[in-house]
T-cell receptor
C-alpha cells in the first residue's frame, strides 16, 4: 500500500530536549516536505526536499533541521524544542514533474513541548 | 506566488450540491489549480486539479472560467462525511517540481 508514515504519532517533551520525528514514504517520490498546522493559521511549510541531499527552507524553518540521506526518509529534527513548537506536524511526499500537485500526507505527529 | 482567497466557512445540508469558489487573481500562465480536503487531525487529501474549463472525477467537479482568475469546486449531493476543510491552491513551479502553499481553507459543515 502506498503510504507516508510518521513516528511517533504523539510526543510530549520538555523544553530543550532534542527530538526527531521520522518520515518515510514507499512511493519512490523525489519530493518530500514538512508542514506544521496550528489553529487559525492553516498549514505552513517548514522545509522541503527535492531529492537526496537537496533541502530548502519553507515558510517557517526557524528552530528546525532536516536531512535527506535516503530517498525514502526525511526526518525532522528539533535541536532545542520550545513551547511555541507545540503543533501538529505533517510529512508529505510527491512525485516529480511540472503540473503534478498530488501530495501524499502522513497521519500527523502531535507534539507538545512543556 | 499566486495567493488564493476562499470563504472561511460554509454550511449545507445532506443531499445538496455545494459550490466553493476560490479567487486567484494573480495566477500565472503555467499554474494549475488544485483542491485538497482535510478531516480533523488528519493529513490533507488530494481531491482534484485542473488548468481550464471543467474537470470531473468520482468525487467532485472543478469549474475554471476562461480568465482563470477564479475556480469553483462542486461537491454533488453532500453527506455528513463531507464535513471537512477544503483548500484551494495554485501551484508554484520550482524547476522540475511543483510546490503548493496552503492557506486557511474553507470549513464546510454538512448538517442532517
Amino acid at each position: 500500500e502506498a503510504q507516508v508514515t510518521q513516528n511517533p504519532r504523539y510526543l510530549i517533551t520538555v523544553t530543550g530536549k532534542k527530538l526527531t520525528v521520522t518520515c518515510s514514504q514507499n512511493m519512490n517520490h523525489e519530493y518530500m516536505s514538512w508542514y506544521r498546522q496550528d489553529p487559525g493559521l492553516g498549514l505552513r511549510q517548514i522545509y522541503y526536499s527535492m531529492n537526496v541531499e537537496v533541502t530548502d527552507k519553507g515558510d517557517v524553518p526557524e528552530g528546525y533541521k532536516v536531512s535527506r540521506k535516503e530517498k525514502r526518509n526525511f526526518p525532522l529534527i528539533l535541536e532545542s524544542p520550545s513551547p511555541n513548537q507545540t503543533s501538529l506536524y505533517f510529512c508529505a511526499s510527491q512525485r516529480a514533474g511540472l503540473g503534478s500537485y498530488e501530495q501524499y500526507f502522513g497521519p500527523g505527529t502531535r507534539l507538545t513541548v512543556t | 506566488l499566486a495567493k488564493t482567497t476562499q470563504p472561511i466557512s460554509m454550511d449545507s445540508y445532506e443531499g445538496q450540491e455545494v459550490n466553493i469558489t476560490c479567487s486567484h487573481n494573480n495566477i500565472a500562465t503555467n499554474d494549475y489549480i488544485t483542491w485538497y480536503q482535510q478531516f480533523p487531525s488528519q493529513g490533507p487529501r488530494f481531491i482534484i486539479q485542473g488548468y481550464k474549463t471543467k474537470v470531473t472525477n468520482e468525487v467532485a467537479s472543478l469549474f475554471i472560467p476562461a480568465d482563470r482568475k477564479s475556480s469553483t469546486l462542486s461537491l454533488p449531493r453532500v453527506s455528513l462525511s463531507d464535513t471537512a476543510v477544503y483548500y484551494c491552491l495554485v501551484g508554484d513551479s520550482l524547476g522540475r517540481y511543483s510546490t503548493l502553499t496552503f492557506g486557511k481553507g474553507t470549513m464546510l459543515l454538512v448538517s442532517p
